[in-house]
C-alpha cells in the first residue's frame, strides 16, 4: 500500500496565486512537470515584524471590532477555511500552501502593549483570533497567544478567544485568572461529531469529544464557555447542528452561533478539489447545496447572507439550530466583560 505523504494535511493541490506571475513546478528533462509537493510537505516558519497588532473589522457580522492574529496561516488544514485567502497577499498559496508556511509574527505581545498604551485608547473585547487560530500546532513552541493573554491579565484588558484545539488547555491558569477578572470569553468550534470525518475536513484539529469534555473541565474551573458550530456545510455536517448544541450544553456551555460555509476566492477551488476526491458520489450535491445558501453562487459578500445563508436550507438550518439553541441553553448567556479595570501601566491604582 503506497504511503500517503499528505496524511494530516487538507488540500492536497497548491492553486495559482492570483496577486503573482511566478508558477512553481519541478521541471523535468523527460518534459513532464510535477507539483512540487511529490515528498510529504513539512511545515516552515517566517519571522515577521508586526507593526500594528490589532486588526480591525467594519463588519456587522461580527461582534467584535478587534483582532489580534500571532500566526498567518495554519496547519489544522480546514478545507473549508476562509483565511486561505489571505495567505495569497504573503506571496504564498491558499492550498498546501496556506498549511505549510507559518508567518510568527514574533513581537506580536510587544506590539499589542503599545497600542494599549497609547493615549486616548479605549478597552473593548478583542479576538483572539479573528483569522487563524491561535492554538494552531504553532503556538506549542512560539507560545505567543499565551504572552497575550499574560499581557492582558496585567493590564486587565478583556478578550474572547476562540479555538478548535485543545492545547488551550496549558494555559488554564491564565484563563482562570482572567476569568475571576471578569476579562475572557472562550468559545469552542465544532461543527461535526463524527472522528472520520475530522481527519479529512480540518485534520489537525481536536476531536469534538476532546473539545467537549474540555468545556466541562473549564466550565468547573470557573471559566465561561461558547461554542460556534461552524462552518455548517449542507449535506456534509447539517445532521450533527442539535447534538453538538446538546453535548456541549451537558458539559456546561453557555451560549452558540453558527455560520454556515461560503467559499470566497480561490477556497473555492480548494474545496471544490477536496470534495471530489473525498466524496466523489455526493460532491455535486454538497456545492449545489452552498450555491443554494449564497444566492446561486458558493462565494458571498453581502452582509447577513454571507453568514448565515438565505433560501430553503439556510431556513431549516436556522429552525434547527434556534430549537436546540432554546432546548438546551434557555436562561444560559456569557458573563459581560468587565471594562472599567482596564490600567496599561499595569499596576494597581491606589487612588
Not at 2 to 14: A, C, L, P, T
Not at 83 to 97: K, M, Q, T, V
Request: aromatic share 8%; with cysteine.
Amino acid at each position: 500500500m503506497k504511503e500517503d505523504v499528505f496524511k494530516g494535511r487538507g488540500s492536497r493541490i497548491s492553486p495559482d496565486n492570483p496577486h503573482l506571475q511566478r508558477r512553481e513546478h519541478l521541471v523535468f528533462m523527460e518534459g513532464i512537470d510535477e507539483e512540487k509537493h511529490l515528498d510529504r510537505p513539512v511545515t516552515k516558519f517566517y519571522k515577521e515584524t508586526s507593526k500594528n497588532a490589532l486588526s480591525k473589522n467594519n463588519s456587522p457580522d461580527l461582534p467584535l471590532n478587534y483582532s489580534v492574529n500571532p500566526y498567518m496561516g495554519c496547519e489544522h488544514g480546514c478545507i473549508y477555511c476562509y483565511a486561505r485567502n489571505s495567505h495569497e497577499y504573503w506571496g504564498f498559496d491558499a492550498g498546501l500552501g496556506f498549511e505549510t508556511n507559518i508567518v510568527v509574527k514574533h513581537n506580536i505581545v510587544e506590539s499589542l502593549k503599545s497600542q494599549f498604551d497609547k493615549r486616548g485608547y479605549i478597552p473593548q473585547a478583542i479576538m483572539l483570533s479573528g483569522n487563524t487560530d491561535c492554538y494552531q500546532p504553532a503556538e506549542r513552541k512560539f507560545k505567543l497567544t499565551r504572552g497575550i493573554l499574560e499581557l492582558c491579565l496585567k493590564v486587565k484588558h478583556p478578550v474572547s478567544v476562540i479555538t478548535k484545539n485543545t492545547l488551550i488547555a496549558r494555559d488554564q491558569d491564565l484563563l482562570q485568572e482572567l476569568a475571576v477578572h471578569g476579562l475572557v470569553h472562550v468559545y469552542f468550534s465544532i461543527n461535526h461529531l463524527d472522528p472520520k470525518l475530522k481527519s479529512v475536513l480540518e485534520p489537525r484539529t481536536a476531536s469534538a469529544n476532546k473539545k467537549i469534555e474540555l468545556i466541562r473541565q473549564f466550565t468547573n474551573a470557573g471559566i465561561p464557555c461558547g461554542i460556534m458550530v461552524a462552518p455548517i456545510i449542507p449535506a456534509l455536517n447539517t445532521a450533527d447542528i442539535a447534538e453538538i448544541i446538546r453535548f456541549s450544553a451537558d458539559a456546561g456551555a453557555l451560549t452558540a452561533g453558527y455560520t454556515v460555509v461560503r467559499l470566497n476566492g480561490t477556497v473555492k477551488e480548494v474545496f471544490s478539489a477536496w470534495a471530489k476526491e473525498t466524496f466523489p458520489d455526493r460532491a455535486e450535491k454538497i456545492l449545489h447545496q452552498i450555491e443554494s445558501l449564497h444566492g446561486g453562487k458558493v462565494n458571498d459578500t453581502d452582509w447577513g447572507r454571507r453568514i448565515k445563508g438565505e433560501g430553503p436550507i439556510a431556513t431549516v438550518i436556522k429552525t434547527i439550530f434556534d430549537a436546540a439553541k432554546a432546548k438546551y441553553l434557555a436562561g444560559r448567556k456569557m458573563p459581560d466583560f468587565i471594562l472599567k479595570d482596564f490600567n496599561p501601566n499595569g499596576q494597581l491604582n491606589l487612588f
